[in-house]
């Protein structure tokens, strides 16, 4: 079965250009990453029959159920932001989650899905606007009943940085952060920082293997760096 590899870190980090990078390389002329969020991989579930889709739709959705089942306090959680996101991320979610499970049905054993945002995001992503920090209990129950990633991959990059490539990138900053004014967009990306990376230290990550990259410098490093982890030539 082809691996998973979830790309990780605030936003600006890179995760999206890294993953742009990784979809468009071939080894031996074959392409080897495919990204759960490419709306293109849907033509996948043709060939499969109806008995699977049914059965990888029913999966997902009660995924999704017990997920919000589990941690619905963060659903009343005061955030920040100005605007309700919570049902757009639950389709963000719910795309991301059955385009795995199709991928994962079609692509080759010895290829990887990407996803970004992936489980852990999702996860960790509310608390970017809160004051609270999320519960080691949560982090128990959440990598002992949902995770499956086979490799995180960790971006970091400093707050500096981070800012300049939020207000330089054509689509702007995310959804949640385009009402807010400058002194919380910086707070709101120190947050995220800090969550992400007491969510990967604290936690147990199970039989995932994590490669911590910083890509403040130079973002084209993390991809030689990420194929040398996977021994990819």
């Known amino acids: 079965m082809a691996q998973l590899i979830e790309i990780v870190g605030p936003p600006g980090s890179g995760k999206s250009f890294l993953s742009s990078k990784l979809q ?27 008995i699977t889709k049914i059965t990888l739709t029913t999966k997902v959705i009660f995924t999704i159920f017990c997920f919000h089942l589990i941690f619905f306090d963060r659903i009343f959680s005061k955030k920040i932001y100005k605007k309700k996101f919570f049902f757009r991320s639950i389709l963000l979610f719910y795309r991301d989650l059955i385009s795995i499970e199709f991928l994962k049905k079609k692509i080759p054993n010895d290829c990887y899905i990407i996803t970004e945002p992936g489980l852990i995001m999702h996860f960790v992503q509310d608390y970017f606007y809160i004051k609270k920090t999320i519960p080691k209990n949560h982090i128990k129950i959440f990598n002992n ?25 054509k689509r702007g900053f995310p959804q949640r952060m385009k009402e807010l004014n400058l002194s919380e967009i910086d707070k709101t990306i120190k947050k995220s920082t800090k969550e992400i990376g007491n969510y990967l230290k604290k936690s147990n990550i199970l039989k995932s293997k994590i490669i911590r990259i910083n890509t403040t410098n130079n973002i084209e490093v993390s991809i030689n760096k990420l194929l040398n982890f996977l021994d990819i030539n």
Do not use: A, C, P
């Open 24 to 50: 468009s390389l071939k080894i031996n002329k074959n392409k080897i990453f495919f990204h759960s969020g490419n709306n293109k991989k849907f033509k996948t579930i043709k060939n499969l029959s109806l």
């Open 145 to 169: 009943l949902f995770l499956k990633i086979d490799y995180v991959i960790w971006l970091e990059s400093n707050i500096q940085n981070l800012l300049m490539r939020l207000s330089s990138r």
